[in-house]
């Protein structure tokens, strides 16, 4: 759905024809494309489970599940200052993510509390060839910071394995964390310092919510936030 017209949207042969109950939604792209498409599956007139966004729509059949993602990022980047960073550069894929941009967001405001500064780097699609040749260009141009935050850990582990690369030892010459301590997280040497997502509840509370509301007629609450946690690894 990404990337298509309000009227493309609601006059394709998907939306056209839906035979479901309920619709859970999970976009990526820009504010403005991603309301967009909302706004043509509400006209369709079914309740609508919005998972890992932050978009409001006042009255609207529908219930937002999502982590603290901001929150997430504000743990890491006041972790990394703790270790002594202050220079330090967040490695997210291109395309936009509201969840990475919440990451984003709670990183910056955990740095600027400590005296440290935040820049942003994009990769791609966030494969390991994209991550290592935008954090190379971003060394170039900018120096070695302090720590690397990565938008998930699959940066991350891209992120760790360039830098062992180059003969650099993590975290003695440089720090780098991950998001959403996903199973493979913990085969990375040394181990990520991540963000644990509660992302098998994500799922299991937007089903309840959805079949809540088709027994209540309505949503017990249109937002909900499950909290995340710090898990601590040797990475920095």
Same mark, same amino acid.
């Given at each position: 759905?990404?990337?298509?017209?309000?009227?493309?949207?609601? *006059?394709?042969?998907?939306?056209?024809?839906?035979? *479901?109950?309920?619709?859970?939604?999970?976009?990526?792209?820009?504010?403005?494309?991603?309301? &967009?498409?909302? *706004?043509? %599956? %509400?006209?369709?007139?079914?309740?609508?489970? !919005?998972?890992?966004?932050?978009?409001?729509?006042?009255?609207?059949? %529908?219930?937002?599940?999502?982590? +603290?993602?901001?929150?997430?990022?504000? !743990?890491?980047?006041?972790?990394?200052?703790?270790?002594?960073?202050?220079?330090? /550069?967040?490695?997210?894929?291109?395309?936009?993510?509201? /969840?990475?941009?919440?990451?984003?967001?709670?990183?910056? /405001?955990?740095?600027?509390?400590?005296?440290?500064?935040?820049?942003?780097?994009?990769?791609?699609?966030?494969?390991?060839?994209?991550?290592?040749?935008?954090?190379?260009?971003?060394?170039?141009?900018?120096?070695?910071?302090?720590?690397?935050?990565?938008? &998930?850990?699959?940066?991350?582990? +891209?992120?760790?394995?360039?830098?062992?690369?180059?003969?650099?030892?993590?975290?003695?010459?440089?720090?780098? =964390?991950?998001?959403?301590?996903?199973?493979?997280?913990?085969? =990375? #040497?040394?181990? !990520?310092? =991540?963000?644990?997502?509660?992302?098998? #509840?994500?799922? +299991?509370?937007?089903?309840?919510?959805?079949?809540?509301?088709? &027994?209540?007629?309505?949503?017990? *609450?249109? #937002?909900?936030? %499950?909290?995340?946690?710090?898990?601590?690894?040797?990475?920095?």
């Amino acid at each position: 759905l990404q990337g298509m017209t309000v009227k493309a949207v609601a *006059t394709s042969p998907a939306m056209r024809d839906i035979r *479901t109950d309920a619709t859970c939604v999970m976009l990526s792209g820009p504010d403005a494309v991603r309301r &967009n498409v909302m *706004t043509a %599956l %509400l006209r369709i007139g079914q309740p609508i489970v !919005l998972i890992q966004d932050t978009l409001r729509f006042a009255g609207a059949d %529908l219930c937002r599940i999502r982590q +603290a993602d901001r929150e997430g990022g504000r !743990l890491l980047g006041r972790q990394v200052v703790a270790a002594g960073a202050r220079n330090v /550069a967040m490695i997210i894929p291109t395309l936009h993510w509201p /969840a990475i941009a919440e990451r984003v967001a709670g990183a910056r /405001a955990g740095l600027r509390a400590e005296g440290g500064k935040l820049r942003i780097v994009k990769c791609g699609d966030g494969d390991f060839q994209g991550t290592r040749a935008a954090l190379s260009q971003d060394i170039l141009k900018n120096g070695m910071p302090d720590a690397v935050l990565a938008g &998930n850990d699959q940066i991350g582990v +891209a992120v760790l394995k360039y830098l062992t690369s180059r003969g650099l030892q993590v975290p003695r010459d440089i720090m780098v =964390t991950g998001f959403n301590a996903f199973e493979f997280w913990q085969y =990375t #040497e040394p181990v !990520l310092t =991540t963000v644990r997502s509660p992302a098998s #509840e994500i799922g +299991a509370r937007a089903g309840r919510a959805i079949l809540d509301r088709l &027994n209540r007629g309505h949503f017990e *609450t249109d #937002e909900i936030i %499950l909290p995340v946690e710090l898990q601590l690894g040797g990475s920095v």
